[in-house]
């Protein structure tokens, strides 16, 4: 990031740190996300058919925590200070979603998963081929982060009670942790 907090415009040499807060916040979202399913498979179960869907999904974001934390250990990268907080608010967002009900909880995924799939998409872009190993595995979770976004529109998110509220609360909150995620 450069001093106004940023990251720099596409075709510009990413520094270190740059690198680095890419790689704090990433990983911080998907531990975020490890979360946010637990909190809904805490309330729903995972024999609802909607929680063998997000068992799913959290398997993967679990995959891809493990690997932004493999990332993190080799490279040096200090994790955000934030972890304990997005510990329990991740959780809690799942619970409460899933206690509002099966489509809230897809419309928690789809409104979150809107948001990483634009923030990855930006990082590619930033990255620019500067950095083969996480650009490598951004790509592929974003992939995987948009087939959770279109099975959550699938499983009825748009149907989940005042869903464009509910739906622009958690992406500003997510655009929120985001940039909280890069700094500290």
């Known amino acids: 990031m450069n ?4 990251f720099p415009r596409p075709g510009k040499r990413l520094s270190d740190a740059d690198r680095a807060a890419m790689l704090r916040v990433d990983q911080a979202g998907e531990f975020g996300a490890t979360r946010i399913y637990a909190g809904q498979l805490a309330v729903m179960g995972d024999r609802h058919p909607y929680g063998r869907i997000i068992a799913g999904m959290a398997s993967q974001e679990e995959r891809h925590r493990q690997a932004f934390d493999a990332m993190i250990a080799r490279r040096g990268v200090r994790p955000t200070a934030l972890a304990p907080f997005w510990n329990v608010a991740g959780f809690a967002l799942g619970a409460v979603t899933a206690a509002l009900g099966p489509k809230a909880a897809m419309a928690c995924t789809a409104a979150i998963e809107t948001e990483i ?3 990855y998409a ?3 872009e930033q990255l620019d081929g500067q950095d083969p190993e996480l650009s490598t595995a951004i790509a592929d979770f974003q992939a995987e982060e948009v087939e959770h976004r279109d099975a959550a529109l699938a499983h009825g998110a748009e149907q989940a009670p005042a ?3 509910l739906s622009g609360a958690i992406r500003l909150g997510c655009r929120a942790a985001i940039a909280l995620s890069k700094r500290i």
């Open 117 to 119: 799939d634009q923030h």
């Open 163 to 165: 869903y464009p509220l």
């Open 3 to 6: 001093a106004s907090g940023t």
């Open 122 to 124: 930006e990082q590619l």
